[in-house]
């Protein structure tokens, strides 16, 4: 072999070993573009910005094709967003995933999960995610994990009122139907056999303290040689106590609340899935001297307790984005 030969070659590794790396800092550089994107859209998620949050994780799979995590989380943002493109997004991350040693205990989990969202209903206007409003914040975490699965399946979700003893707690009783009705769609039906929920005006014993509580099973009945099974939610009113209309009110608002999916608390006053029954003081001044005038309860869901009902009715069960 002769010198120019050698020469010739030695210019063409030199010239492959040149793309080489600069093919390996363009990918370098990729991917620090991709994780920059990720960090960001993972701030938005966690502000409830779902949209936002969706963007920053298809700008960060657009950096690097292969980066599963950022696939979790933008299914994840997406099922706040369009649940078709979370179906697609969750498919994106199985394959990116599949035989990678870290992920293997997720795929089972995920391929369930899109199996479950596929099933989900078409959901009324007022649960869909466009109704999210990330100002307001939620308290999902507080209460997904005991809420998985409560979710209601059909619509409307047919109630009954029944007779309350005075007509006092059957207008309040009435007010708190029509307050979750205009959020999400219920049906009042006479009889209480065909109800989904329906309202106890029995006395009972109950824990001690408590005003209301929430109680569900499943009714089995025979149709010919068949047995059907079906999901029955009890909301039993104590009426031991001295309760006013506003009282009554605020009481089944909350206890509908339970009925509806959230199956816990809130840790805000404000809500009406807070623990306790709260009144809002008015007060105005005499003077430097500040004077109470009346007390009100808290009447109606806040936005805070339908963003967290959202993301109940939208996500396909608590899962926790990948950090």
């Known amino acids: 072999m002769n010198n120019n030969s050698l020469k010739v070659r030695f210019s063409r ?77 969750w498919g994106r991350f199985l394959k990116v995933a599949e035989g990678k040693e870290e992920y293997k205990y997720d795929l089972a989990r995920i391929r369930a999960r899109a199996q479950l969202l596929e099933l989900l209903p078409v959901l009324p206007e007022a649960m869909q995610p466009a109704r999210y409003n990330a100002e307001a914040g939620d308290y999902y975490w507080q209460v997904s994990r005991n809420s998985e699965g409560e979710e209601w399946k059909g619509f409307p979700i047919k109630v009954f009122l029944g007779s309350a003893p005075q007509m006092k707690w059957q207008k309040g009783a009435r007010d708190a139907y029509d307050t979750w009705a205009a959020l999400i769609p219920l049906q009042l039906v006479a009889l209480p056999k065909q109800a989904n929920i329906r309202l106890s005006w029995e006395r009972r014993t109950m824990e001690p303290g408590h005003a209301g509580e929430d109680q569900e099973w499943t009714e089995i009945k025979r149709e010919g040689d068949e047995l059907t099974a079906r999901r029955v939610a009890v909301i039993a009113i104590n009426l031991s106590f001295n309760w006013d209309e506003d009282d009554m009110r605020a009481l089944v608002t909350h206890e509908l609340g339970h009925a509806l999916g959230i199956k816990g608390h809130s840790d805000s006053k404000k809500d009406i899935m807070f623990f306790q ?43 926790v984005r990948f950090k």
């Not at 070993?17 to 991709?34: E, F, G, P, T, Y």
């Open 13 to 89: 590794w030199t010239a492959a070993i040149a793309l080489l790396a600069v093919a390996c800092l363009a990918a370098a550089a990729d991917r620090d573009k991709a994780k920059a994107a990720y960090a960001d859209a993972n701030r938005q998620f966690d502000r409830g910005q779902f949209a936002l949050a969706f963007e920053g994780y298809k700008a960060a799979v657009t950096e690097d094709p292969d980066f599963a995590d950022a696939y979790h989380n933008l299914a994840l943002a997406a099922e706040m967003v369009d649940r078709k493109q979370a179906i697609e997004a």
């Open 277 to 319: 029954m709260q009144r809002k003081v008015y007060r105005t001044k005499l003077g430097d001297f500040p004077i109470p005038l009346w007390k009100s309860l808290v009447k109606q869901p806040s936005q805070r307790d339908i963003n967290t009902l959202i993301r109940l009715y939208n996500h396909a069960g608590a899962s």
